[in-house]
């Protein structure tokens, strides 16, 4: 990935962000599920990080896991984004970060489908999709 990373101010990212999206990228905040823009979306693109446009995921690897958040059984390329061990909330999960802007997007579980075996569970908030342009 050539992206350099992105360092902004947390004033920077409060002007640029909704308070919405600052609670999910910046604070590390999970918005409601069954109550997000993504959890149910078929149509076909590409979701981008909400903070920095970084591609992070595909409609071709989104499935219906149940949880009612977007789920994704892989990343649009690994290098986009990183891993973090969260013991926060009592629990001990992987918490899936943008490796260009250091947004929080969600947790990655190991109870996805084939060929991965992954579930990413990420907010709604903290993506921006982009439809696929039809020829």
């Not at 071709?60 to 909330?89: L, M, N, T, Y």
């Not at 929080?104 to 999709?129: E, M, W």
Request: proline share 7%; hydrophobic share 30%; charged share 25%.
């Amino acid at each position: 990935m050539s992206n350099p990373i992105i360092e902004k101010s947390d004033a920077e990212w409060r002007k640029e962000l909704t308070p919405d999206q600052y609670r999910v990228l910046r604070q590390s905040a999970t918005e409601p599920q069954f109550q997000n823009a993504y959890w149910n979306k078929h149509d076909d693109g590409t979701y981008s990080c909400a903070g920095c446009g970084t591609p992070l995921f595909t409609s071709d690897v989104k499935f219906d896991s149940g949880c009612g958040w977007p789920s994704f059984w892989d990343a649009f390329d690994p290098k986009s984004i990183k891993f973090v061990e969260d013991h926060s909330h009592g629990m001990n999960r992987i918490e899936v970060r943008c490796a260009v802007c250091d947004g929080h997007l969600g947790h990655v579980f190991d109870d996805g489908p084939a060929p991965t075996g992954q579930r990413y569970c990420i907010n709604s908030l903290s993506l921006k999709f982009h439809p696929e342009e039809k020829e």
